[in-house]
């Protein structure tokens, strides 16, 4: 089961590759932050495959090992939320010609839920389709979720009237990307489609507002305006 983790590693690496030979600078600060979530997604992708691997081979991998992987895999994705708010927040500062981070309410969700991922219990069910992992650190990556969709409601709450369509888009995208594969996974464990989830996000912010031939064609549209 793990090839699916695998082939949306591929589509993160192949979307990573046609952001860095397309043309024009990438200077902006939310591009920056696309370039960290796409190489932090593509790592967390090829953890989650192997956790698939680790999870389903109890009997021959070392529990530490196991217990030491699914850490990685979990506080990446918890870390993967964290990114995509920083992402929109710093796509809405551009708008709005100023700095709104604060990064006390914004940076504590991140580590307490890494923190209870490394100190609270983790478990493993066997199951027909895939055995899988559950307990307490698990239940850090939803309460990750559910904290950076707050922020991000509240990001829309306070600058909806002042944001242009396509930036509203590209919250959608990652509320939309999030919310039904999180709520899925509660309901079904043994799915294991976060990946899905991390793609759909990732793709969803080149195609709207990270595509640099896009964005090419806007400046020149604007230039011909002038």
Same mark, same amino acid.
């Given at each position: ?12 690496l ?5 952001y860095?030979?397309?043309g024009g600078?990438k200077?902006?600060?939310?591009s920056k ?5 796409l ?5 967390q992708l ?6 698939? %691997? ?5 009997e021959?991998?070392p529990?530490?090992?196991n217990r ?12 993967l939320?964290?990114l995509? %708010?920083? &992402? ?17 309410y914004?940076?504590?969700?991140l ?11 983790? &478990? %493993?069910?066997?199951s027909?389709r895939s055995? &899988? ?5 698990? %239940?850090m990556? &939803?309460l ?6 707050f922020?991000i ?10 944001i242009?369509?396509?930036k ?6 990652a509320?939309l990307?999030e919310?039904?594969?999180t709520?899925?996974q509660i309901?079904i464990?043994?799915?294991l ?13 080149y195609m709207?507002?990270e ?5 090419l064609?806007?400046?020149?549209a604007?230039?011909?305006q002038?």
């Open positions: 089961m793990y090839k699916t983790q695998l082939a949306c590693a591929v589509i993160i192949f979307i990573g590759v046609l860095f030979t397309s600078k200077t902006a600060g939310s932050r696309f370039v960290t979530l190489i932090c997604s593509f790592i090829i953890f989650d495959a192997t956790t698939v %691997y680790t999870v389903n081979h109890l021959t991998v529990p530490i090992l030491v992987i699914h850490i990685i895999f979990i506080g990446m994705l918890e870390l939320f964290y995509a %708010y920083r &992402y929109l927040e710093a796509m809405i500062e551009e708008e709005i010609g100023k700095k709104i981070r604060r990064y006390s914004t940076l504590t969700p580590l307490v839920t890494i923190s209870g991922t490394v100190l609270l219990p983790l &478990y %493993y069910v066997e027909k055995n &899988y992992s559950y307990g307490p650190a698990v %239940y990556i &939803y990750g979720v559910a904290i950076y969709v922020l409601i509240r990001l829309m709450a306070q600058y909806g009237k002042i242009p369509a396509k509203k888009r590209v919250i959608r995208i509320l990307s919310i039904p594969i709520i899925c309901l464990p043994d799915l489609i976060t990946c899905i989830g991390i793609v759909s996000m990732n793709l969803g912010i709207t507002t595509n640099p031939d896009t964005l064609a806007e400046q020149l604007k230039e011909k002038r």
